[in-house]
């Protein structure tokens, strides 16, 4: 009966690992698809491939930081359909409680494990993903930065 027991608590604490390890990949992965969405869409207006992105919401010559930061949460979300840790960040005010990958945050709070979060700084968005507690701790999360507009 011991050494059902023994095996069993090694079992759970390897089966722990094991998924906690998961999640934070996943976590790390859905950062990379959203981030490769963004770069393809950016570059299509710079390259003078359209005139229009992110589902024709956006006109390629008027996109500034906050323009695109509210249209990329539709397709955004298609892309990201869930958090990897399965919770519905409490701070969602007036979004419906289910589970999505991407909402517009601060990253560094503890809720947002698992979520990409994104904010605008003038012509630039910012993408954060927390893939660890604390979020605060800089190794803990991913953070990348996207010019709206063509250099000038």
Same mark, same amino acid.
């Given at each position: &009966?011991?050494? =059902?027991? =023994?095996?069993?608590?090694?079992?759970?604490?390897?089966? /722990?690992?094991?998924?906690?390890? +998961?999640?934070?990949?996943? #976590?790390?992965?859905?950062?990379?698809?959203?981030?490769?969405?963004? /770069?393809?869409?950016?570059?299509?207006?710079?390259?003078?491939?359209?005139?229009?992105? &992110?589902?024709?919401? *956006? $006109?390629?010559?008027?996109? $500034?930081? +906050?323009?695109?930061?509210? #249209?990329? &949460?539709?397709?955004?979300?298609?892309?990201?359909?869930?958090?990897?840790?399965? &919770?519905?960040?409490?701070?969602? !005010?007036?979004?419906?409680?289910?589970? %999505?990958?991407? *909402?517009?945050?601060? +990253?560094?709070?503890? *809720?947002?494990?698992?979520?990409?979060? %994104?904010?605008s700084s003038g012509n630039d =968005? %910012?993408? !954060?993903?927390?893939?660890q507690i604390p979020c605060n701790?800089?190794?803990?999360?991913i953070q990348t930065w996207f010019?709206?507009?063509?250099?000038?």
């Open positions: &009966m011991a050494i =059902i027991g =023994i095996l069993a608590s090694v079992g759970i604490t390897a089966y /722990s690992g094991y998924t906690a390890s +998961a999640k934070a990949v996943k #976590a790390k992965s859905n950062h990379k698809v959203l981030h490769k969405y963004l /770069s393809t869409e950016f570059l299509r207006c710079e390259i003078g491939l359209v005139d229009e992105i &992110m589902d024709g919401v *956006i $006109d390629c010559d008027e996109r $500034d930081g +906050a323009t695109v930061m509210g #249209a990329i &949460m539709v397709p955004a979300r298609r892309i990201i359909q869930s958090n990897p840790y399965g &919770m519905p960040n409490p701070a969602q !005010h007036g979004t419906p409680r289910r589970e %999505v990958g991407v *909402i517009i945050d601060a +990253a560094q709070e503890d *809720i947002n494990l698992g979520y990409i979060t %994104v904010n =968005i %910012v993408l !954060h993903t927390c893939f701790a800089a190794e803990n999360r010019r709206t507009r063509d250099r000038e």
